[in-house]
């Protein structure tokens, strides 16, 4: 399989070009990025055995993430339910919605939850465990989801297109993206999309010479449909195996914003088909209820196929990939866990609820 380094700009470059590539260069050594020590490979959500992850590792910062849930869950509703356990009527339902709605999963899956225990034990005396199998049942139900592995294509580049509000972690996701797929030995070809800002066009170039990967990039100002269509297209010629596309960071609402992005699709589908098989839309899980309509604004324009939990371990709202799950039906694919490359997990729906109940025990 080839591989691709970054290298120097071409010096001949023409002023005219919209977007310039930058050319392989064998001798570059990725830089060393790791500043902590995690594991090499974190294919999805920490769990808890995992004996690799201390204190300040990822499933430190994952369990960090959830502790809203997991306190409210061990305190309140433990009181709630008492050791000897509680009868399940109205007024008992009533005051566990109201605790768990405290907890970021929302309204709508507090209710489900609520609904789905009355169901079950109504008019039965009801335990914590009961509860907890109840409450986990429900969530696994609702954060069902096909798949958080990336849609490869067939055959040839795949190519990923990554959108989202200003600063929700868009490019620093990029970098774990790339970091984890050079882990797996492929090639990569970044397209610095955000045009925008010239310093995001530098920070792109700079996370693809740390990690190994090639980078097309355009002249601040320039359409960034066509980097994104250099970049497709440099994938193409490349025969390299992942081709991701940077876009700047716009709302919901800037509708000539939102108009762009589908533009930018239509021009990466001229040169492979079927691009982009995947449209990655990065929330900042610290926005919490906010996040929700940053994606409804996003998953329409944009037609986005999964989402990537960027700054988990800023917040203690981690429930929030609950009612974004519930509302959008799009499978939440990666969490980010920190800003260096390797602070990445793919989402894994076991894990998460297991963090969010079994951890309730502790
Ligand atoms: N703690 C933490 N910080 C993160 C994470 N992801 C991104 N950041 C930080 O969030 C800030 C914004 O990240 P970017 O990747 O530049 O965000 P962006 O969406 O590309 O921003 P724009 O291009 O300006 O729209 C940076 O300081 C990142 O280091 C994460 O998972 N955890
Ligand atoms: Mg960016």
Redesign the pocket.
């Known amino acids: 399989m080839a591989m691709w380094k970054f290298g120097k700009k071409k010096s001949d470059e023409k002023s005219d070009e919209k977007a310039a590539v930058v050319e392989p260069q064998e001798e570059t050594a990725p830089a060393e990025v790791v500043t902590e020590s995690l594991p090499a490979e974190t294919k999805s959500t920490p769990v808890a055995d995992d004996t690799a992850e201390k204190k300040g590792g990822l499933f430190g910062r994952f369990r960090k993430a959830v502790s809203k849930t997991v306190a409210v869950l061990n305190t309140d509703i433990r009181d709630l339910v008492g050791v000897e356990g509680r009868l399940v009527d109205d007024e008992f339902l009533k005051e566990l919605f109201a605790h768990l709605v405290k907890t970021d999963m929302g309204a709508g899956p507090a209710a489900s939850i609520r609904d789905d225990v009355g169901t079950e034990h109504r008019a039965r005396k009801v335990t914590m465990d009961q509860l907890a199998d109840s409450a986990k049942r429900t969530i696994r139900q609702i954060m069902a989801q096909e798949s958080a592995e990336i849609q490869f294509a067939p055959a040839g580049p795949t190519v990923i297109m990554v959108v989202?509000?200003?600063?929700?972690?868009?490019?620093?996701?990029i970098a774990k993206l790339t970091h984890l797929f050079k882990q797996q030995g492929k090639s990569v070809v970044l397209g610095a999309g955000?045009t925008f800002?010239a310093a995001?066009v530098e920070?792109l170039t700079i996370w693809a010479e740390r990690l190994g990967a090639e980078i097309v990039t355009g002249n601040s100002g320039s359409d960034p449909a066509s980097v994104a269509y250099k970049a497709v297209d440099k994938a193409k010629e490349l025969n390299a195996d992942i081709c991701i596309v940077?876009t700047?960071?716009r709302l919901q609402t800037q509708t000539n914003l939102m108009d762009q992005l589908t533009k930018i699709k239509r021009v990466m589908a001229k040169v492979i088909d079927d691009a982009p098989h995947e449209v990655l839309l990065?929330l900042d899980a610290t926005a919490g209820q906010n996040a929700i309509s940053q994606a409804k604004g996003f998953s329409e324009a944009a037609d986005c196929t999964g989402i990537v939990l960027?700054?988990?371990?800023?917040t203690a709202k981690g429930g929030v990939a609950i009612p974004i799950r519930q509302e959008f039906g799009l499978p939440v694919k990666f969490i980010?866990?920190?800003?260096t490359p390797d602070?990445f997990a793919q989402f894994d729906v076991d894990h998460y609820v297991d963090a969010l109940f079994d951890l309730a025990k502790e």
């Open positions: 989202g509000v200003n600063g929700s972690g868009k490019t620093t996701s955000d800002r995001a920070q940077d700047a960071g990065v960027a700054k988990l371990d800023g980010g866990l920190g800003e602070a």
